[in-house]
């Protein structure tokens, strides 16, 4: 159900709904009238669509017209509180049971909004009476802390909502705990119909086989900080940054707290005006961060995992995924921060730092949502593992240095094809270097009057380099961090010393004349 512009327009707060919406909430009361009183039922909608306000009206209608007691769950408080006020806002007295609630006066309301660790708790020690809740509600289902809680409402309606119905766990798919998945509108659809803005994409290649996956299935922290706290990296963000992104509202996704403090000073260093929030932050600070970065339009605003769920700012303009990830949940979390409209903002921009968007496709791409629900196993043996994302790579010249290099017809240069002729004809794998060295000197010394132009250009191959020699490691099956880095010096000053000692001789081969004096 496409949603008009008029209902665009004349969206307020409290009971009005889009067609969509509508269509849903149709949808999932069906299934409450066609199924035993103990089915579980999942719902998906992508990250602006609405959910809240969808169950926030399903829990309206219910306790209209049902004798029973609505229980909501979230993973974290800032949600339950974001959802008592929703519910509130629909007509709905509710009670929020955090670590403070007083309970006496449970009797008196008809929905519940609970943290799970909380409820967890409060169920354990039989402080709440949850012998009438007739509906359970859980808000981020893909989260397994929830699992847990299903015994204490085996005769309960559950319905779970989530934007990507795929478990954070391979072990407890969610198949498991859900009889069926409701597919709500497409994220193609909803930009479309003008609910969210279209993102479009900057990907910029990084070398990722250092990193490490743990025991969550996910990269691990120590491994991500070791890459992306590097200097190498910290300048290709901030040059990202510049070309992509420079004075628009950023949020920047890191994974890890040593790596956003990174990427602070990096920021704070070139003048840009920044701030830094994770989780130790105090409520008060974060509230005053919060509201410094939506009161100042070019705010940059870096974090770990906390902004990817619960938070809204609309006038967010450009995500920066500083880190890479094995979910694809955490993927559509943190683009879907940018995705909100505003009255002149149709598209946001997407930086991906982290080969993201070739692990998972374009954000908002036609999923098979049913089939990854069915056989999410299948799903993820289908993603790519980083040695082959990285084997399709070729690097490509941002636009600005290419154009320093003007005069050369092609810039690329082909690691691995070499490698495997010099090896067929019985050439020592050395030859690969040398002939890369031979190559960046030619282009350097087409586009230069003299040696120092020569050597000028010879320092804005950095990423160049440093590309060539992560492809030329990997063809010889050496890479241990003190030997690339070796190499990367090694071949930097080879290249300079080739320019000093041959500069005149290539330089008459290529104009057919001898530089000037």
Same mark, same amino acid.
């Given at each position: ?146 699992? #847990? ?7 309960? *309606?559950?319905?779970?909502?989530? /934007?990507?119905?795929? $478990?954070? +766990? %391979? ?112 409520? #008060? ?7 410094? *970065?939506?009161?100042?339009?070019? /705010?940059?605003?870096? $974090?770990? +995992? %906390? ?211």
């Amino acid at each position: 159900m496409s949603a008009t512009k008029a209902e665009l327009e004349e969206r307020k707060e409290g009971k009005d709904l889009y067609s969509y919406q509508k269509g849903a909430i149709d949808k999932i009361f069906n299934a409450f009238e066609e199924s035993p009183d103990d089915y579980h039922l999942l719902y998906q909608l992508p990250t602006g669509g609405g959910k809240t306000v969808i169950f926030s009206e399903i829990v309206r209608q219910y306790l209209k017209h049902h004798k029973k007691k609505v229980l909501v769950m979230t993973h974290r408080i800032e949600l339950c509180r974001q959802t008592s006020k929703v519910l509130t806002e629909f007509g709905v007295h509710n009670k929020v049971v955090d670590s403070k609630a007083d309970l006496s006066d449970q009797a008196d309301f008809s929905c519940f909004v609970a943290m799970v660790e909380t409820l967890n708790n409060r169920l354990n020690d039989d402080k709440l009476d949850i012998s009438d809740i007739g509906l359970v509600i859980i808000d981020e289902a893909h989260y397994n802390s929830f699992t #847990k809680l299903f015994k204490f409402f085996s005769q309960s *309606f559950i319905l779970g909502v989530t /934007a990507t119905p795929l $478990s954070s +766990s %391979i072990e407890l798919p969610m198949t498991d705990n859900y009889d069926e998945l409701i597919v709500g509108e497409s994220i193609e659809s909803l930009i479309d119909n003008g609910f969210l803005a279209r993102a479009e994409m900057f990907t910029y290649n990084v070398g990722l086989t250092s990193l490490v996956v743990g025991a969550n299935g996910d990269y691990t922290v120590k491994s991500s900080e070791d890459l992306y706290t590097d200097n190498d990296m910290l300048s290709k963000l901030l040059q990202a940054y510049e070309e992509r992104a420079k004075g628009k509202k950023t949020l920047i996704f890191n994974n890890g707290i040593n790596t956003s403090l990174h990427v602070y000073d990096t920021f704070k260093r070139a003048g840009y005006p920044v701030a830094h929030l994770d989780n130790t932050n105090s409520k #008060k600070e974060r509230a005053m961060i919060l509201k410094w *970065f939506k009161n100042t339009p070019d /705010a940059i605003l870096t $974090s770990v +995992s %906390i902004l990817t769920t619960g938070f809204d700012e609309p006038t967010v303009d450009s995500i920066i995924l500083n880190r890479a990830t094995k979910s694809l949940t955490l993927y559509y979390q943190m683009i879907g921060r940018g995705s909100r409209i505003l009255k002149n903002k149709k598209t946001f921009s997407v930086i991906d730092l982290g080969n993201n968007f070739h692990r998972f496709g374009p954000w908002g791409e036609d999923l098979d949502w049913q089939r990854i629900f069915k056989s999410p196993t299948y799903y993820l043996d289908s993603i790519l593992s980083d040695e082959d994302l990285e084997s399709n790579f070729r690097y490509e010249m941002p636009d600005e240095l290419r154009a320093e290099f003007g005069k050369s017809k092609d810039v690329y240069f082909d690691i691995q094809k070499t490698y495997v002729d010099s090896i067929r004809n019985g050439e020592s794998s050395k030859v690969v270097l040398e002939r890369s060295i031979e190559q960046h000197a030619k282009i350097c010394i087409e586009n230069s009057e003299d040696v120092y132009d020569a050597l000028a250009l010879a320092k804005m191959l950095g990423d160049d380099i440093d590309f060539r020699i992560q492809r030329y490691t990997k063809c010889i099956s050496k890479s241990t961090y003190n030997f690339v880095d070796w190499l990367k010096g090694d071949y930097r000053k080879k290249l300079n010393s080739y320019l000093r000692s041959n500069f005149d001789e290539v330089f008459e081969e290529i104009h057919g004349f001898p530089p000037e004096d």
